[in-house]
């Protein structure tokens, strides 16, 4: 069967989201840096350009002219200006970088504990609250105005946060603890995506950042840290039945439930987020049992086996988790 | 001046071979002569050219629209590998060899490679090098791990076919041909230059071919030295890279980049000689400060192992190291920018004739300069943090090695071409294929700066259907099929041309060095009998000033480009 990707709702409302466009401070900073290089990198250009093409008609040969050009072969003045120059220049972006650098990452090493840490997993982002008990997938809420330290670690292989808007990309390196600074200055949904290579379905390990001001990132918070709701119907008890006793609750976790596992994302309250599988899909029991049914078909490469279920089992627990909100 | 000197021949020009007669494929097999070979690594590289050309078509016909389902994600993801690898080690490579291994001897007025049967050998392990990475695709699977191949992405648990198996035994084996053909390099041009030919007087494309092989020996020991690593790990259980039994990610990073960026800078430094002699040529002056094009290859050689980590900024090294290397990718950028001027130089107050090699020198002076300016975006580590694996990083390093190594090596293509064919390609030909092939390439990549500054990130397979993504995706692809078009014009011009062309004569351009100085184009087996002591880097130009060519500028033809 043939799968229609539809678009998932957040990707309407985003419009062309940049580096050029930058919503936190530490994106601010680099943006500014990148308009400096990009006004002298484009006088360079021209300048090269100019030459180029002056030259080329100023001194193309005329037809039947067979005589050798100046033999002229360097000149003292032009040639230190052309070390001297480029010199100067870079020494000033240098001087800029540096700044620049240390303002956004002012250290690798630091001292307080991290606001929120991200573990990159093949193909999907986990996002931990600490003080809270709170852990999400893909959809990574985050308070405006408060400088958030972020921890980054890989479950796996080597992932990279990137989310344009919001500034440096950084890696997640396994057997290593990276660090990013973030102050978000606008509320609003940032999409990023995995910056550096992880292997089958890197392409679909999509980051999307929900920025909210701190009093609906803490409703948010509170209502994510509660245990899951018990299910409303017999269909989504069947379903729980089966999440319960089948292969589900070895990878997953639902918390208030015996499923603890760890491997895949946490499902406590996976009915409240608006995407899954990073963005591929919109949340929905349609796309839910698609995905429990065929999910090699949908994302291949993912660490979600083919199960063998029964139509009616995997509709029941699409019910169930479905409405885990 | 005015007495003739033999031309020193290596101790033993052909060992117990006589290829002077017609023998057919056996002839190529057995070929031991410098230009035999050079011919053979540049059909090799050609080949691989169409094979590496064909995998980029396919990934950017994926890539035209959004959500495109035309290649699965593991082919596509062994295919963006296959094509890198191809490209660098057995497009760029070999391209640079056989021009080096046909030219250098002939520049420096000597007849042989130092080591004839080493300059086989190595050209041999090229290519079986090429063939056992390509075999990986009947041996299960492709490497599908990226050419920088990161760990522990690479490891068994990861990567679980052959194919990074045959990924590093097939750089392994290339890499032994690669410093074969170095060393050899080195020893014949310390050896076996013409008497009066001294080391600060060689021709620019011998200097830099001599330089590159110095830092070839330097870089390549580390990217054995890791793929050794990696293979007791695929093989062996060993858990150098293996970071879920305590090995190191970064590890692997180090050693691959200090091979790896040097590497770049191996695949450009010839091309910058061959394009330093068709401006001195197609400009009738002589280079714009000899000693600065020079000296600052030097540099960039030894520069070239103080920059590696700028590779490595986002993976947290911490400020203090990413200043250092900040800067030292900054102060590459001084000897590099330099080259340009002193080719601005060159062409100012000359007479320029637009040959093919001539177009794609100059177009090479601005295509080189956007990917030189966005390298510095590059160098500026928190640019580096926003705009690192987008796509920005790959317009940018096709600048380079499009713009700039491909260029190059068209430019001396074109400019050797009556000299290793005998024949001369019809210049409306030329000019097509420049205008498709520069157009094409303009467009594929130009756009990718933009796609990268609004977030797409490289080596993905698809992408969302965001403003603007399908649009300029589009046009790349667009343009790739032009350059998929000027590919196949290129093969015919030298199929054609090479075949049955004009005939060229001995020095067709009036040409400024002794590789023009043979009795015949292409020139016999011995290169040369004998020659007048050389004078200044422009041997040959020097010899007709002063009438010691033995009546060889007689004979010259002016050509109409």
């Known amino acids: 069967m043939s799968i229609c990707f539809p678009l998932p709702q957040p990707f309407h409302i985003v419009l062309l989201q940049a580096v050029e466009d930058p919503a936190s401070i530490q994106a601010e900073r680099i943006n500014h840096l990148f308009n400096h290089f990009n006004i002298v990198a484009a006088l360079v250009l021209l300048l090269v350009i100019v030459l180029a093409a002056w030259f080329s008609i100023r001194y193309r040969r005329r037809h039947g002219d067979n005589s050798e050009g100046s033999p002229k072969s360097g000149n003292r003045t032009v040639e230190i200006m052309m070390i001297g120059v480029p010199t100067l220049v870079l020494a000033w972006f240098f001087y800029e970088a540096f700044t620049v650098g240390n303002a956004v990452m002012p250290s690798s090493n630091p001292t307080r504990p991290p606001d929120i840490v991200i573990t990159g997993h093949q193909f999907w982002w986990e996002a931990d609250y600490p003080g809270s008990h709170v852990v999400a997938a893909n959809v990574v809420h985050l308070p405006v105005g408060k400088e958030l330290l972020m921890e980054l670690r890989s479950a796996d292989v080597v992932h990279d946060w990137w989310v344009p808007q919001l500034g440096n990309k950084m890696d997640l390196v396994p057997g290593k603890k990276n660090y990013l600074w973030l102050t978000i200055n606008k509320p609003g949904d940032y999409i990023g995506a995995c910056s550096e290579f992880c292997g089958e379905q890197h392409a679909w390990m999509r980051i999307h950042v929900v920025a909210q001001s701190p009093e609906d990132f803490s409703r948010w918070l509170d209502s994510n840290a509660v245990d899951a709701s018990p299910p409303k119907d017999d269909l989504a008890r069947a379903g729980e039945m089966l999440f319960q006793t089948r292969s589900c609750a070895n990878c997953h976790r639902v918390a208030g439930t015996p499923a603890a596992g760890v491997a895949g994302p946490d499902l406590t309250h996976v009915g409240s987020r608006p995407t899954l599988l990073t963005g591929m899909l919109s949340t929905n029991e349609r796309n839910l049992a698609d995905w429990i049914d065929h999910p090699q078909e949908i994302k291949h490469g993912a660490y979600m086996p083919e199960f063998l279920f029964a139509k009616d089992s995997v509709l029941a627990l699409a019910h169930y988790l479905e409405q885990l909100k | ?561």
């Open chain 2, 1 to 561: 001046m005015g007495a003739t000197i033999k031309i020193p021949e290596p101790a033993s020009p052909f060992p117990g071979l006589g290829v002077e007669t017609e023998q057919g494929l056996l002839q190529w097999i057995c070929a031991v002569d410098h230009k035999l070979i050079g011919i053979m690594y540049l059909v090799m590289s050609l080949l691989f050219f169409v094979i590496g050309g064909a995998l980029a078509l396919l990934i950017r016909v994926q890539l035209a629209v959004p959500l495109n389902h035309f290649l699965p994600p593991e082919t596509f993801n062994q295919f963006f590998t296959m094509h890198g690898t191809t490209m660098i080690f057995f497009v760029a490579m070999p391209a640079i060899f056989g021009f080096s291994v046909y030219f250098v001897p002939l520049m420096i007025g000597a007849n042989e490679m130092a080591f004839p049967r080493l300059n086989a050998f190595g050209f041999w392990m090229t290519l079986f090098g090429g063939l056992l990475l390509y075999f990986s695709f009947l041996a299960g699977g492709a490497p599908d791990a990226g050419w920088f191949n990161y760990a522990p992405l690479n490891e068994k648990n990861y990567s679980f076919h052959k194919g990074i198996d045959y990924f590093s035994m097939g750089l392994l084996i290339s890499g032994i041909g690669s410093v074969a053909t170095s060393i050899n390099i080195i020893v014949t041009v310390l050896h076996y230059r013409i008497p009066g030919m001294k080391l600060n007087q060689l021709p620019l494309f011998v200097w830099m071919v001599f330089v590159n092989s110095f830092l070839l020996l330097a870089a390549f020991p580390s990217l054995n030295a890791a793929l050794a690593l990696l293979l007791l790990d695929r093989e062996l259980n060993a858990h150098f890279f293996n970071t879920a039994a305590g090995g190191s990610a970064l590890l692997w990073q180090h050693l691959f980049w200090i091979f790896g960026h040097p590497e770049v800078y191996i695949v450009i430094l010839p091309a910058f000689g061959m394009l330093s002699e068709v401006f001195q040529v197609f400009s009738r002056k002589p280079i714009f400060g000899y000693a600065f094009v020079a000296a600052s290859s030097v540099a960039i050689a030894l520069l070239a192992f103080g920059v590696w980590a700028h590779h490595m900024f986002a993976v947290g090294m911490g400020n203090v190291a990413n200043s250092f290397f900040s800067a030292a990718s900054m102060l590459i950028g001084i000897p590099t920018g330099v080259k340009i001027f002193n080719w601005l130089g060159t062409i100012h107050g000359g007479k320029i004739r637009f040959t093919t090699s001539m177009m794609f020198a100059i177009a090479f002076l601005i295509e080189f300069t956007i990917g030189g300016v966005t390298g510095i975006a590059f160098a500026i580590f928190p640019i580096d943090w926003q705009l690192t694996d987008t796509y920005y990083v790959v317009a940018h390093l096709h600048y380079v090695f499009i713009g700039g190594t491909i260029s190059g090596l068209l430019a001396g293509l074109f400019y050797w071409f009556p000299k290793i064919t005998g024949r001369l390609i019809d210049e409306r030909a030329g000019k097509w294929f420049f205008w498709l092939f520069t157009i094409g390439f303009n467009f594929t990549f130009f756009v990718q700066h933009i796609l990268g500054m609004i977030g797409l990130p490289r080596r993905v397979y698809t992408y969302p259907n965001l403003p603007w993504y399908g649009t300029l995706n589009f046009v790349s692809t667009a343009g790739a099929m032009l350059m998929g078009v000027s590919g196949l014009v290129l093969v015919y011009i030298i199929w054609r041309y090479g075949r049955s062309g004009k005939p060229a004569g001995t020095d067709p351009w009036n040409a400024y060095t002794l590789e023009w100085a043979t009795r015949t184009s292409p020139p016999p087996l011995k290169n040369f009998e004998e020659l007048p002591a050389a004078r200044g880097y422009r041997a040959w130009w020097e010899m007709k000033q002063s009438g010691l060519d033995g009546g060889a500028a007689v004979s010259q033809k002016e050509i109409e480009p």
